[in-house]
Each structure stands twice: as C-alpha cells, then as structure tokens.
C-alpha cells in the first residue's frame, strides 16, 4: 500500500511541469522616458555625442603620437609612447563598441 501511494506521488511530481517565466516587455521603439521621448532616440544621440568627444581626442592623441614618433630615434621608443598608443586602442574600441550597439 505504502508502495502504491509512494508511485502516484512520485508519478505526479514527474508529470508536473516547472514554472514557465513571464514574458519581458520588449524595450524598443515602444520604452519612453517621463518626458516622453524615446528612450532608445535619446540613447542614440547620446552615444553619437560621446563619438563625436571621443572622435576629437582621438585625433589629438595620434597627433601626439606622430610627433613622439618623428622625434625619437627609429630604435628607441619610450614608455610614454607606448602607452599613448594603448590609449588610442582603448579609444578606439570604445567607439568600435557604440557604433556596433544598434
């Protein structure tokens, strides 16, 4: 008897079926800010604002690095220079990385 009641338990348990998770709202066009705008125009233009900083510096650092380049001997390149040109990577892939998002 005890065996008959433990397989029905255990015949309900495998039967059931977990949980399934809600739908998420889909946060496109659709997703506003309290001022009514979208959030993903603001987002955009945003991003494009910080491209264009970023742009800007950019330059300026490769400038730099020309310079630190023309100045030094072909066999020698310093700590500095190297680390400028990390820089301009880094730069570089932060742009790379928001024209990429949408």
Same mark, same amino acid.
């Given at each position: /008897?005890?065996l008959?009641? %433990?397989?029905?338990?255990c015949a309900g348990? +495998?039967? #059931?079926q977990?949980p399934?998770?809600l739908?998420?709202? *889909?946060?496109? =066009? @659709?997703a506003k800010?309290p @001022?009514?705008? +979208?959030?993903?125009?603001? /987002? %955009?233009?945003? *991003?494009?604002?910080?491209? %264009? =900083? *970023?742009?800007?510096?950019?330059? !300026? /650092?490769?400038?730099?690095l020309?310079?630190?380049l023309?100045k030094? *001997?072909?066999?020698?390149?310093?700590? !500095? #220079?190297l !680390?400028? #040109?990390?820089d301009?990577?880094?730069l570089a892939? @932060?742009i790379?990385?928001?024209?990429?998002?949408?």
């Open positions: /008897m005890k008959l009641l %433990l397989l029905f338990i348990f +495998s039967q #059931t977990p399934q998770p739908p998420r709202p *889909d946060p496109g =066009e @659709n800010l @001022n009514g705008k +979208s959030q993903r125009a603001e /987002m %955009l233009k945003a *991003d494009h604002k910080k491209n %264009l =900083e *970023d742009a800007a510096e950019l330059v !300026k /650092m490769s400038e730099e020309k310079a630190d023309e030094n *001997d072909r066999y020698i390149v310093s700590l !500095k #220079t !680390k400028r #040109t990390e301009i990577e880094k892939k @932060n790379r990385g928001r024209l990429k998002r949408y």
